[in-house]
């Protein structure tokens, strides 16, 4: 039973993993238990001082405010994090904004970011 659990805590050990939407939520919970599985980590948000404010000074983890709906600086951050590990072996396309508001409300600036941020992003990114 040990070495099942000890096998299990090596299964990520080696991995590289890219979470967009780190700063909260679900992201950061999600990047909590990579960290506990001593997996190599990326990740993104637009508020840089709350990945700041969690990732700072851990080990193998790297950070950086993007936007993804910004396919440059996706682009950028990509290459920046195959620079440092070399590879991805896991891609957690989490980023996401929700409209709560009436149809007829919705105006067609938020409903195309809706859209850049929550379809388009994670099409760049697999991509
Ligand atoms: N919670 C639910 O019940 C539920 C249900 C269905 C689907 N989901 C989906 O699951 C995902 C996570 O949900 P959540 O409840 O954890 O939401 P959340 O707490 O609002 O977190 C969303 C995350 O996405 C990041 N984000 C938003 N827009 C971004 C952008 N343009 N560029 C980069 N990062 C961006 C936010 O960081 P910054 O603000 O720092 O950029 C934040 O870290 C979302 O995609 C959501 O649509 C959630």
Redesign the pocket.
């Known amino acids: 039973m040990d070495s099942l659990v000890e096998k299990n805590k090596q299964l990520f050990h080696d991995k590289v993993v890219v979470i967009?939407?780190?700063?909260?939520?679900?992201?950061?919970r999600i990047a909590r238990e990579f960290i506990k599985e001593n997996a190599n980590l990326s990740m993104?948000?637009?508020?840089l001082y709350?990945l700041k404010k969690i990732y700072k000074g851990k080990a193998k983890v790297f950070f950086q405010k993007?936007?993804?709906?910004d396919e440059e600086a996706v682009k950028k951050f990509i290459k920046k994090t195959v620079k440092i590990f070399g590879k991805i072996d896991i891609l957690i396309n989490?980023?996401?904004?929700?409209q709560s508001s009436k149809i007829e409300k919705i105006n067609y600036k938020d409903l195309k970011k809706t859209f850049e941020?929550?379809l388009f992003a994670p099409v760049i990114f697999l991509r």
């Open positions: 967009t939407g780190a700063s909260s939520g679900l992201g950061y993104c948000a637009r508020r709350k993007v936007d993804v709906s989490n980023a996401g904004i929700a941020v929550n």
